[in-house]
């Protein structure tokens, strides 16, 4: 089992910044991914952006060049940086664990509100 425990979301008026946090602890391999995922109202849930024990990122298109993402492997811990926020940021935002081979598991959600 791998509990999850997101911070940081919030309101931020368009053009700005926030930092999502996530810390993962429990059962956690040598080899996993992390990654932020985010629903909108009405919408499918889609990936954001993830990273593995390797540090390699993967980044929707509609994010790249404004997040990051990041992690202290010694915190078992992963950062989203989101800069130049805009209104279509607004969504439910969720972290996601997955051990290599093994189940996902998700995080309760953080709101990202982009409003003027």
């Known amino acids: 089992q791998v509990q999850l425990v997101e911070s940081g979301g919030g309101r931020v008026q368009p053009g700005g910044s926030l930092r999502l946090s996530c810390a993962a602890s429990g059962s956690i391999a040598r080899v996993y991914v992390m990654g932020w995922y985010r629903q909108a109202p009405g919408k499918q849930r889609e990936l954001v952006a993830s990273i593995n024990s390797g540090d390699s990122t993967n980044y929707a298109d509609s994010v790249k060049g404004r997040f990051t993402i990041s992690r202290d492997s010694a915190k078992n811990t992963a950062y989203l940086q989101m800069k130049s926020l805009q209104y279509e940021d607004t969504a439910l935002y969720y972290c996601?664990?997955?051990?290599?081979?093994?189940?996902?598991?998700w995080g309760q959600g953080t709101q990202v509100t982009v409003s003027s």
């Open positions: 996601n664990f997955r051990n290599l081979g093994g189940p996902g598991y």
